[in-house]
Each structure stands twice: as structure tokens, then as C-alpha cells.
């Protein structure tokens, strides 16, 4: 016989971005449901990934009002104070302090493996939650009246509202008939922490060289988290460099400015896609996180935007709570999807069209590039704007 459940809310994908849109709810009298494909053990102690994620003010203060920043060790927070552009070898280089940002500092980086644990750890005892793991979600629907997710075990689980948080490749958006367009970057970037011999002063340094871009990222003491981002074609190299030839040759691209370099982790290689759903909501559905935005990593804003986006949805939903309206209606559910795509569609588009500047190896891109960081350095409001941008994102008003 068919088990069948009935909840208020269902998320599909206990990501960082479906555990926050949860934890966000727990002053509310909502009955959530979590489905997770993965097995609980492995959300409670998730694996490394090779992200390291930087996260914005904003973000830092949500997941401290979450209780998620009390779980991450002290010593695994690398603070960014400075960051640097970098054109290949022109002498230009467009740099970022924190004045006028209202911190010390820039942003935090934290690994994205403990950022995991931290939303799985404040989940897992909140009383108007059901974490239903290690079991995939096979078909959703959804009518006027209701969502209707079914599970592969049998479960038919009913609902208000559906909240797809199943990566930036959603079979559940699919399902949904939601379209979205997508962006091959026929790149791949390579992530691994390596340590240094000299202190990296708490500076990020993003190097556009011509045939590949080097990020680093400062981490905890003298490590640092390495971006490679090269051509597809050249990834497999690169991950059958040995240890050490891998190690040297991101040092020298680095002009040797960290001393000796080693690697001290796996090598995590991830295609580049970007995607943006064409829109974020239907009848008693919503998307957040990367299945509605998946955002190059370059300007590290996939789940600092995951984290705005859940709130900016939470926010709909406490209103309809206590306005005592259908926490499902259609009216909550645009609100939501206008304030968070005047939001996403900047940064994807800007992000996207920054890539392609970027990557593009002809003589005119190489001119505008060097232009663009003149510019930048040249004049404080597109400087302050670039700023701000990295160090917070912003939630317009419902
Ligand atoms: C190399 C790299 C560097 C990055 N750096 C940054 C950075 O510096 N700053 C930043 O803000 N962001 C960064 N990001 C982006 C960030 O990692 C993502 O935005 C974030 O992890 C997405 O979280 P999510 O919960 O939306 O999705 P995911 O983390 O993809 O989680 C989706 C979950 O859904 C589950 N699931 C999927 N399908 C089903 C199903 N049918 N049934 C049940 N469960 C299902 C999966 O098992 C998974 O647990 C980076 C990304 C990459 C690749």
C-alpha cells in the first residue's frame, strides 16, 4: 500500500540552499519535508569538495542569525582584507581594500564541505522539520489546490507548496516544464587548497593570464584556496600533472609571490555551466539556490545568492503566515520571484559577459581588458560599485 504524507512545505535537495530556506522557517508553524537522494550520515558529515566559498557581509550576518556560523571552526575562516585583478603582464592591476565597505575586511572564505555540515547541523533537531534522506524524488505536480511529490520508495507526499533546491541541473525543474537557459563555458576550473611559504596577507589575487585564469584565495594561516580555470581540452593535463610539477607550475604563474607552494589537497575539477531557470515559479512551486541560478564561480556569488534568495522567499511566506493567507498563492510566490530576479539577472548577465572579456585571447578583448581596469582603477564610482557588489548582495524591498 502507498504511504501518504501531508506537509505545508516540501523541498526537494538538502544542499546549503535548501537546509537555509528550512532553518530560515524555524520560528514558523509551517511542517516542512526535506528529500535528499544522499544517505543522512553523509549530510551530517558531507565530504571536501575542493570549494572554498566567499561569502559576502550579508551572508556571513544570515548564517549567524541561523545559528550556522557558531558550527564552523574558528581556525577554517580565512578572512579576505584585499583583492587584486590582474591582466596578464600589463601593469595594471585594479585593487580592492575594504575602505568604505563598513568592515575591516572584504568578504570570509569558508569550505564548502563544512558550510554543508553547518545547515545540516542546525536542521536536523528543528521541531517543525521531516528529513526524509537517501531517497530521490521520481515525479512532481502540482494543481491550484495542491503539490504532489512522489518519492522512489512509494511516499506520496502532499503539500502547499514545492520548493525545487536540487542543483543547478533540477530534474524536478524539468519535470516542472520550467525552462532554462544555459551557458557551456567549454571550460573547466580545477579547485584544490595548497600552503605557501610566505603569508598571503589576507589577499585575494585573480590572474587573467591568456590561456587560463589563476585564482587565490586566502585561507586560515598560510594556506590558500587555488582556481584554475583553463580550456576543457587542457583539464585532463593538468589533472595528471603530478603533485609537485602541479604545484610548481601555479607558483611560477604566480610569480612566485607565496614562495614555495604544495598541494595539500585532492584536485576537484568542475565543468563551467551556467544556468538561469527562464522563471522561478509556477502554481504552488518556487525554485532557489543553483536550480534557479547556477552562476560561474568567478565572482563567487552561486551561494551567496542561494542564501539571499531563501530568505527572500522565507520572507513571503511568514507574511501569508500571518496575514493568514495560502503560504501556495500566486500573488506571494511573484513577489518573491521579481525581488530575487532584479537581483540574479545583474550578476548573472554581468558575470557572464566579465567571463567572455576575460577569456577571449584576440588583440581588441586584450585592449578592453586592460582599459576595463584602468577604468576601474581610475574612477571611484564604478570602483565603489564593484565593491559593494562583492561584498554584499542586496535584497530589495518586498
Ligand atoms: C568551483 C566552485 C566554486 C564556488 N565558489 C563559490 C563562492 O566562492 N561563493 C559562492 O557564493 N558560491 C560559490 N560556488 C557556488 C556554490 O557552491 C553553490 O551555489 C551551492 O553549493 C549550491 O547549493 P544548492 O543547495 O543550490 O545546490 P547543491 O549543493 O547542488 O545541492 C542540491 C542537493 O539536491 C539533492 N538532489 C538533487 N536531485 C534530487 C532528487 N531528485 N531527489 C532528492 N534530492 C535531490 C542533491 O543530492 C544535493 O544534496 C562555487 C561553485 C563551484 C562549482
Known sequence: MTASRQFDIVIIGAGPAGLSLARTLSGSSQQIAIVEMQDEATLANPPEDGRDIALTHTSEKLMNDLGMWAHIPEEQIGTIKDAKVVNGKSPFALHFD????????????????????SAYEVVKDQ?????????????????????????????????ALVVAADSRFSGTRRKMGIPAGS??????VIVC?????????????ECFHFDQTLAILPMYGNKSSVVVTLPSAN???????????FA?????????????????????????????????VTTRFALVGDAAVGMHPVTAHGYNL?????KLLADQI????????????????????????????????????LVKLYTDTSMPARILRDAALRVGSFLPPVKKRILHQLTHIERHAR
Open 98 to 117: 575594504s575602505t568604505g565597505s563598513g568592515a575591516d575586511y572584504l568578504g570570509r572564505i569558508v569550505p564548502n564541505h563544512l558550510i554543508r555540515q
Open 127 to 159: 521541531a517543525n522539520v521531516t528529513l526524509l534522506c537517501g531517497v530521490e524524488v521520481t515525479s512532481v505536480e502540482t494543481n491550484t489546490t495542491q503539490g504532489r511529490v512522489e518519492l522512489a520508495d512509494g511516499t506520496v507526499l502532499t503539500t
Open 183 to 188: 551557458l557551456d563555458f567549454g571550460r573547466v
Open 193 to 205: 587548497e595548497m600552503e605557501h611559504e610566505l603569508p598571503h596577507n589576507d589577499t585575494a589575487t
Open 235 to 245: 583539464a585532463d593535463a593538468a589533472m595528471k600533472m603530478s603533485a609537485g610539477a
Open 248 to 280: 610548481d607550475d601555479i607558483s611560477q604563474r604566480f610569480g612566485g609571490i607565496l614562495g614555495k607552494m604544495t598541494l595539500v589537497s585532492k584536485r576537484y575539477p568542475y565543468p563551467l555551466v551556467g544556468v538561469l531557470a527562464k522563471q522561478f
Open 306 to 310: 542561494g542564501l539571499s534568495g531563501a
Open 318 to 353: 511568514v507574511d501569508a503566515e500571518r496575514n493568514l493567507t495560502d503560504i501556495g498563492a500566486e500573488a506571494g510566490l511573484k513577489r518573491y520571484e521579481a525581488a530575487h530576479r532584479r537581483v540574479v539577472l545583474p550578476l548573472y548577465h554581468g558575470t557572464n559577459a
